[in-house]
């Protein structure tokens, strides 16, 4: 458990750190071994986490590739103004553990929810 925490307090400060560097989140995916496709059902699972325009704490969804065999769960763990801080659980085709990361998902001015570094 420690090491599970330890692993996700890692990434998600290596996160912010390539995000201050503008490094796109697309990009950092695909450096954890997901393809574009994964990357896009990652994120229609994040936005499955707004129920009535409003991220719920603890909920979770999950999606999967077929195409890639790579897999993935994500969980809101906080909801902070009009944003989400979610937590991914992400099993990329061929790797040995998952990898954890930390990402938000916030509402911009459009109404549409994104997910964010």
Same mark, same amino acid.
């Given at each position: 458990?420690?090491?599970?925490? @330890?692993?996700? @307090?890692?990434?998600?400060?290596?996160?912010? %750190?390539?995000?201050?560097?503008?490094?796109?989140? #697309?990009?950092?995916? /695909?450096?954890?071994?997901? $393809?574009?496709?994964?990357?896009?059902?990652?994120?229609?699972? #994040?936005?499955?986490? +707004? +129920?009535?325009?409003?991220?719920?704490?603890?909920?979770? %969804?999950?999606?999967?590739? %077929?195409?890639?065999? $790579?897999?993935?769960?994500?969980?809101?763990? /906080?909801?902070?103004?009009?944003?989400?801080?979610?937590?991914?659980?992400?099993?990329?085709?061929?790797?040995?553990?998952?990898?954890?990361?930390?990402?938000?998902?916030?509402?911009?001015?459009?109404?549409?929810?994104?997910?964010?570094?």
């Amino acid at each position: 458990m420690k090491r599970a925490i @330890l692993i996700f @307090l890692t990434a998600t400060a290596m996160i912010l %750190a390539a995000g201050a560097g503008a490094k796109p989140l #697309s990009r950092i995916i /695909a450096e954890l071994g997901l $393809s574009p496709e994964d990357f896009q059902l990652m994120g229609a699972a #994040s936005r499955q986490l +707004v +129920v009535d325009d409003r991220p719920v704490v603890g909920r979770e %969804a999950t999606w999967e590739n %077929a195409a890639t065999d $790579s897999r993935g769960s994500v969980r809101v763990d /906080a909801v902070q103004g009009d944003c989400a801080v979610l937590h991914h659980t992400i099993h990329p085709t061929g790797a040995e553990q998952a990898k954890l990361i930390g990402t938000r998902l916030c509402k911009g001015a459009d109404g549409v929810w994104m997910m964010t570094p």
